[in-house]
């Protein structure tokens, strides 16, 4: 059985800072990319980022770009989305996902495993 699971998000004023963690077990992550995705009610599922198995390629929305970094270290079976400048428009339920093979990274049906979710609510 695959998991993901998130965590890390929070309610925050406008300008702060976060960081998402997305554990993982039942999957070889040291061979899969992951991917964070969010989506507010009402809308699509977005791409936010994405990392490849060996960190060496990263991947991020232009909305995201300059303000969120995303890592992972295999050998803790972990994912982190690091926020910072956060604005009201990041406002979202953030998801964590994984995939054995490589696409288009924005398109979800590319991603296999997925998380549940943690919030993250930005207040101006």
């Known amino acids: 059985q695959v998991y993901l699971v998130e965590s890390g998000g929070d309610s925050l004023q406008a300008g702060g800072s976060l960081r998402l963690s997305c554990v993982t077990s039942?999957?070889?992550?040291?061979?899969?990319?992951v991917g964070w995705f969010r989506q507010v009610p009402g809308k699509e599922r977005e791409g936010v980022a994405a990392?490849?198995?060996?960190?060496?390629?990263?991947l991020y929305a232009i909305s995201v770009q300059g303000r969120f970094t995303i890592t992972r270290d295999n050998a803790k079976n972990t994912a982190w989305l690091y926020m910072n400048s956060l604005r009201p428009d990041d406002t979202a339920m953030y998801y964590c996902?994984?995939?054995?093979?490589?696409?288009?990274?924005?398109?979800?049906?590319?991603?296999?495993?997925w998380g549940r979710g943690t919030q993250v609510t930005v207040s101006s």
């Open positions: 990392i490849s198995p060996d960190s060496a390629s990263t």
């Open positions: 039942g999957i070889s992550i040291s061979r899969s990319f």
């Open positions: 996902a994984a995939a054995r093979k490589g696409g288009s990274w924005r398109d979800h049906r590319t991603w296999t495993y």
